[in-house]
């Protein structure tokens, strides 16, 4: 079979691999699709995502969906020939975090394609994988796996609404349109939110924000874009850089929120700590996800309006082509790898 492996800053293969076979509890998952993720191409370009560096080669992908082929000793789940998506978390279930219920943060959790440990967690990014059967979810009706794909990152976008609070009726600003930052735009209308703002410095990044729901699409690197807020409720920072920080503080009003859902560079990074204090606002980081993968899964059953997030399919022996055509915003939102 094939995979996708990652040696080194801009060392990308796509190699022959062995088949891997499912241990106990463990279920063995024909891939389809699997979606290019911006951590995915931090390791490609860097060598790296914020503190988790390569330290061998590791098989990329976390954004994979398919079908089961069969479970190794003692693991039950959906009948093989279903199929399903692959929650690529897999938490230790007894640290701290884990009994306070916030898994998502747990200090030894195991995350596909995550060079956070060592050895590394290779990922999904292959012809098949065997993952622990717990982490199977089997797709609502009406939702067919290229969708489904997105599943992981909308869960993303749900958990940082989510850490921001009651978002009903209320101006959310996004910076950022990623695909991150679209599917923070449709988490956020989800919730009830009255008015969407995006701001980014790509055009054709802020279309795919309007195919989300953004209500006003701003140019970042023009201040006198009209459509600029006075002030916003909620900010959600999803753009990863410095200055998508320093707007979210400074257009949140008074005892507002901002969510850091960006992973920022590694090392430290300068911000107008003063604007926390002043205005009091609540400064909230978000980190993956947990439960919010199942309900990401029905929403994206219930919309079809997601499907104009997808931007290319190619297979995965075009790996190389499609993470140039991901790190191109101009040219793309998400790319999907197709097994």
């Known amino acids: 079979m094939l995979g996708c492996v990652i040696h080194g800053a801009g060392d990308l293969r796509?190699?022959?691999?062995?088949?891997?076979?499912?241990?106990?509890?463990?279920a063995l998952v024909a891939v389809r699709y699997g979606g290019v993720c911006g951590s995915d191409l931090h390791y490609w370009r860097h060598g790296g995502v914020g503190d988790f560096r390569l330290r061998e080669p590791m098989v990329l992908g976390h954004e994979v969906v398919g079908t089961v082929v069969s479970y190794g000793p003692g693991a039950t789940g959906p009948a093989p020939g279903t199929a399903v998506a692959v929650h690529p978390a897999t938490p230790c279930g007894v640290c701290p975090e884990c009994?306070?219920?916030?898994?998502?943060?747990?200090?030894?959790?195991?995350?596909?394609?995550?060079?956070?440990?060592?050895?590394?967690?290779?990922?999904?990014?292959?012809?098949?994988?065997?993952?622990?059967?717990?982490?199977?979810?089997?797709?609502?009706?009406?939702?067919?796996?290229r969708r489904a794909a997105l599943a992981e990152p909308l869960s993303v976008a749900l958990h940082a609404v989510r850490r921001a609070g009651e978002v009903a009726g209320r101006h959310v600003l996004v910076t950022g349109a990623g695909p991150i930052g679209c599917l923070v735009v449709a988490a956020a209308k989800a919730a009830g939110a009255a008015r969407v703002t995006v701001t980014d410095l790509v055009p054709e990044a802020?279309?795919?924000?309007?195919?989300?729901?953004?209500?006003?699409?701003?140019?970042?690197?023009?201040?006198?874009?009209p459509g600029w807020p006075a002030e916003v409720d909620v900010a959600v920072e999803a753009s990863g850089v410095a200055a998508g920080l320093d707007t979210c503080l400074r257009r949140v009003r008074r005892g507002g929120v901002v969510v850091?859902?960006?992973?920022?560079?590694?090392g430290r990074t300068p911000f107008a700590g003063n604007l926390v204090v002043s205005r009091e606002i609540d400064l909230r980081g978000a980190f993956r996800f947990d439960a919010e993968f199942d309900d990401a899964l029905h929403l994206l059953a219930a919309r079809g309006?997601?499907?104009?997030?997808?931007?290319?399919?190619?297979?995965?022996?075009?790996?190389?082509?499609?993470?140039?055509?991901?790190?191109?915003?101009e040219r793309s939102?998400?790319?999907?790898l197709e097994f």
């Open 14 to 26: 796509v190699e022959e691999l062995p088949p891997p076979r499912p241990g106990s509890g463990e």
């Open 99 to 145: 009994a306070e219920g916030r898994a998502n943060v747990c200090r030894d959790t195991r995350y596909l394609g995550s060079a956070a440990r060592f050895p590394h967690v290779q990922g999904g990014f292959a012809g098949r994988v065997a993952v622990p059967a717990g982490q199977l979810r089997a797709l609502p009706d009406g939702l067919g796996l």
């Open 206 to 225: 802020l279309g795919y924000a309007a195919v989300a729901g953004a209500d006003t699409l701003v140019r970042a690197d023009d201040p006198d874009d």
């Open 260 to 266: 850091q859902l960006g992973m920022l560079p590694a």
């Open 305 to 329: 309006e997601f499907d104009g997030l997808i931007s290319s399919v190619l297979p995965v022996t075009a790996a190389g082509s499609a993470f140039a055509l991901a790190a191109d915003r």
């Open 333 to 336: 939102c998400k790319v999907l």
